[in-house]
């Protein structure tokens, strides 16, 4: 049984910096594809960055360069480090895997979701 634990959310101010971790227990092999999604509040849920145990991060055109998905996948931890952060980037957000190696930000593409860490931003 595949569980995810999202962390390290909270609320900052314009600019500032978040870093959100994701634990992963029941994961028993490399090849899942991990990805980092956000719904802001009134809106749909939306793929931030997304990581494959042997490739370079893929991300949303809004991330501007302000964010960074890592893995380490020995201890299966999921990281985004954000900086930069504006009032937009407000919202739920949510760690993902899918068992299958395949680049997607498509939210429907992810059987498996944690419970999602709050991060605010204020201006």
């Known amino acids: 049984q595949v569980q995810l634990v999202e962390s390290g959310g909270g609320s900052v101010q314009a600019g500032g910096s978040l870093r959100l971790s994701c634990v992963a227990s029941?994961?028993?092999?490399?090849?899942?594809?991990w990805g980092w999604f956000r719904q802001p509040p009134g809106k749909e849920r939306e793929g931030v960055a997304s990581?494959?145990?042997?490739?370079?991060?893929h991300y949303a055109d809004f991330v501007k360069d302000r964010f960074i998905i890592s893995l380490d996948d020995s201890k299966r931890i999921l990281y985004l480090h954000m900086k930069n952060l504006e009032p937009d980037d407000t919202g739920m957000y949510y760690c993902a895997l899918k068992p299958t190696f395949g680049i997607s930000l498509r939210p429907t593409d992810f059987p498996y979701w944690g419970q999602g860490t709050q991060v605010t931003v204020s201006s």
């Open positions: 990581i494959g145990s042997y490739g370079a991060g």
């Open positions: 029941g994961v028993t092999y490399r090849g899942y594809y």
